[in-house]
């Protein structure tokens, strides 16, 4: 029997959703134009009054956020409630060295672990359940998520988070770990490293349901982990702007229910029109409850298509198909977002290295590496290959610190690298996902 | 002591680790009549530096950083070796015991004996220590 975290709201009939859903933008887009600076404004530049909002539809009147509004109003000029009722902040790397600052009121941190309650129950999680989390934790969203996500549904959180994977796998063993949240890449890899330990994670371990995301994957992955690691294994999306982590597959595995009570999602062309049924778009989302830092036609940048009638698991809320792409070029590295552009603003603070650059991106085994290659400059060449060693850590180092995750440096000779080919040649992506 | 007369002037380039660098190099030094005496390639991992001592490196200095190259000068010092069995040995017993320490090195062995290059912290110092404790150095004149 299917088990519902929240059956009133899971189960509700599409049509009550519409009207819940319609109410809740109405008071979303007031609260706004109140008290919004930044949003009030647009909706006057674009000639929008809430009074226009009717009916759920007229949210195409409303304009964009997009990625650059958060950037722009660096660190909290989005942000609505006052500081003293923001418990917490979370903090992600932005597209040019400026990072993006959430907040979240207390509200907000209930109705984010709300959400992930209802999806990890709709993976068939619960009371008894040991969970580990092998997400970054800290100002990365994924940890803590999950973390709040899974106690409130009453499984035991084993907060693991990323790396030492031989002792990763030791404590999956011996805490009968039942249920792992990573990246589907990082848990290929914990599937390797436990083979060369001579540990088989399909007959040694109690592992059952992996809830896998932060990365694009696809159907030939599930079913190689699911085939050999003996699990079910289910698409997470989220970002942090919306929240972080939020919403699952259902154990049907049919698509990602985005909870509507929460969130409603578009998918639109390139001109921002709503795409026909079944077919792919960019998918933009209005988050209808967040307190701390409203989010309105959030354009996600991630490619999806949409389906709105109900589930077979009786869950009335649409769903999100895995995510196929980008609609930019930002690359997903180990489950971190990285844009070129933040290499190209950290480079030109180092004095040493040309700002040229290309990214190189491939997978070794399981796990992605990034590869940077830079251009030493006339007046910084040196004679000692310990100088050029130490230019090249100190780039590497640098990147990482803006970046949030590792890579490699190479020095190449200046003038080697390509110009003005555009994007296609700064970025070699060679991963086979 | 005059030691300037004993500082040779060395070429070196930085280089991608990768087939066809050494050759292009090579080549735009053919073409300009420049000849390589001596030369050396270190290599880290993803790149390299080529030093050379040449005839003219004036003129290997302009043309391959007109190719685009990263040149650079760099001053060495060569010290005459026995080509013997013990012709290292006498030469490194020397640098030793004078306290001198070695940031690189490479040799050859030519027509008029064999030759080691030094690449040290501070060549006057190093100039002199040698020439007192008895060893001959190549002035730079005989290279170019």
């Known amino acids: ?433 | 002591m005059e030691t300037d007369e004993y500082c040779i002037k060395q070429i070196s380039v930085f280089s991608e680790n990768k087939p066809g660098r050494l050759a292009a190099i090579a080549k735009a030094l053919m073409e300009k009549k420049v000849n390589i005496l001596a030369f050396s390639i270190a290599e880290a991992d993803g790149f390299g530096v080529v030093r050379a001592l040449v005839d003219k490196p004036e003129v290997a200095h302009s043309i391959l950083s007109s190719l685009g190259f990263n040149v650079a000068f760099t001053e060495v010092i060569a010290v005459r070796m026995k080509d013997e069995p013990g012709g290292l040995y006498d030469i490194a017993e020397i640098l030793g015991n004078a306290g001198i320490n070695i940031e690189y090195s490479y040799a050859y062995s030519g027509k008029d004996g064999a030759v080691l290059i030094l690449r040290v912290d501070n060549s006057k110092d190093a100039i002199e220590k040698i020439i007192n404790l008895g060893a001959t150095l190549l002035k730079s004149s005989r290279f170019h």
Request: charged share 30%; hydrophobic share 35%.
């Open chain 1, 1 to 433: 029997m299917t088990h519902y975290w929240n059956p009133r709201i899971e189960t509700m009939e599409i049509s009550e959703l519409e009207d819940l859903q319609f109410r809740l933008l109405k008071t979303l887009v007031y609260r706004l134009y109140s008290f919004s600076r930044f949003y009030h404004d647009r909706m006057d530049e674009n000639g929008v009054h809430p009074d226009d909002i009717g009916s759920l539809e007229d949210i195409r009147k409303l304009p964009f956020m997009l990625k650059k509004d958060l950037r722009d109003n660096y660190p909290d000029g989005l942000f609505i409630a006052p500081q003293d009722e923001i418990v917490r902040y979370h903090v992600s790397s932005g597209t040019t060295g400026k990072p993006t600052v959430v907040g979240y009121t207390e509200q907000d941190l209930n109705r984010w672990t709300e959400s992930l309650a209802r999806a990890l129950s709709s993976c068939g999680m619960g009371r008894g359940d040991v969970m580990q989390v092998s997400y970054g934790y800290g100002l990365f969203t994924g940890g803590l998520g999950l973390h709040y996500g899974a106690e409130r549904i009453g499984a035991t959180v084993l907060p693991a988070s990323v790396g030492n994977t031989e002792r990763q796998v030791e404590m999956m063993i011996d805490l009968k770990v039942t249920a792992i949240a990573c990246t589907p890449s990082y848990l290929l890899h914990i599937g390797e490293v436990a083979e060369k330990m001579g540990i088989s994670i399909k007959n040694d371990t109690r592992l059952r349901i992996g809830v896998l995301g932060a990365e694009p994957w696809t159907e030939q992955m599930r079913e190689r982990i699911e085939s050999w690691l003996g699990i079910r294994a289910y698409d997470i999306f989220g970002t942090s702007e919306l929240s972080g982590p939020l919403f699952t597959e259902c154990k049907e595995q049919k698509g990602i229910h985005i909870w509507g009570d929460l969130a409603y999602a578009e998918v639109l062309d390139e001109s921002g029109n709503e795409v026909p049924p079944g077919k792919e778009g960019e998918l933009v989302v209005t988050m209808l409850q967040k307190e701390a830092l409203p989010i309105i036609r959030y354009r996600t940048g991630d490619i999806t298509k949409v389906e709105r009638s109900k589930c077979s698991c009786g869950r009335s809320h649409a769903r999100i198909h895995r995510i196929t792409g980008r609609v930019d070029d930002m690359l997903i590295i180990r489950g971190i977002n990285v844009f070129p552009s933040q290499v190209e603003y950290a480079l030109m603070e180092i004095p040493e290295v040309g700002e040229h650059f290309q990214i190189v991106v491939d997978r070794k085994g399981a796990l992605d590496e990034m590869l940077v290659r830079v251009e030493v400059k006339k007046d910084s060449f040196s004679d000692k290959i310990t100088d050029l060693m130490k230019i090249r850590s100190s780039v590497e180092h640098r990147l990482k610190n803006s970046l949030n995750v590792s890579c490699s440096v190479e020095l190449v000779e200046p003038g080697s690298l390509p110009r003005f080919e555009g994007k296609s040649k700064k970025v070699i992506d060679a991963r086979k996902i």
